[in-house]
């Protein structure tokens, strides 16, 4: 069992930064790898970002890439994701989610956390 506990989130204007964070326990957490998703009002989730916790390999979605980071803390077992020129689109509910492999698809994921909600204020 993986337990996730995103924190970070809130109200920002356009072009503001925000880091999300994802406290991540267990007794085997640090053989899964952690993602990050999105989901806006009436849409699908959708991949942000991923990390494979046994190398710090890291995958974007490409849209993203240069404005999102993802990143780790050993000593904490927390995974952040650093989010830079927000844009009013980015305004979502973000989920941490644990899994096998660091995939895009919401079922690579097994554990989930609860969200925190970003909303981007043009």
Same mark, same amino acid.
């Given at each position: 069992q993986v337990q996730l506990v995103e924190s970070g989130g809130g109200?920002? %204007? !356009?072009?503001?930064?925000? +880091?999300?964070?994802? =406290? $991540?326990?267990?007794?085997?957490f640090s053989s899964y790898s952690l993602g990050w998703f999105r %989901? !806006?009002?009436?849409?699908? +989730?959708?991949?942000? =970002? $991923?990390?494979?916790?046994?190398?710090?390999?890291?995958?974007?979605?490409?849209?993203?890439?240069?404005?999102?980071t993802i990143s780790r803390d050993n000593a904490k077992n927390t995974v952040y994701l650093q989010m830079n020129s927000l844009k009013p689109e980015d305004t979502a509910v973000y989920y941490c989610a644990a899994g096998r492999e660091p995939g895009r698809r919401l079922y690579d994921y097994d554990y989930w956390g609860q969200g925190t909600q970003v909303t981007v204020s043009s």
């Open positions: 109200l920002v %204007q !356009a072009g503001d930064s925000l +880091r999300l964070s994802c =406290a $991540a326990s267990g007794r085997t %989901q !806006a009002p009436g849409k699908e +989730r959708e991949f942000v =970002a $991923a990390l494979r916790w046994s190398d710090g390999t890291k995958y974007y979605v490409a849209s993203m890439t240069g404005r999102f």
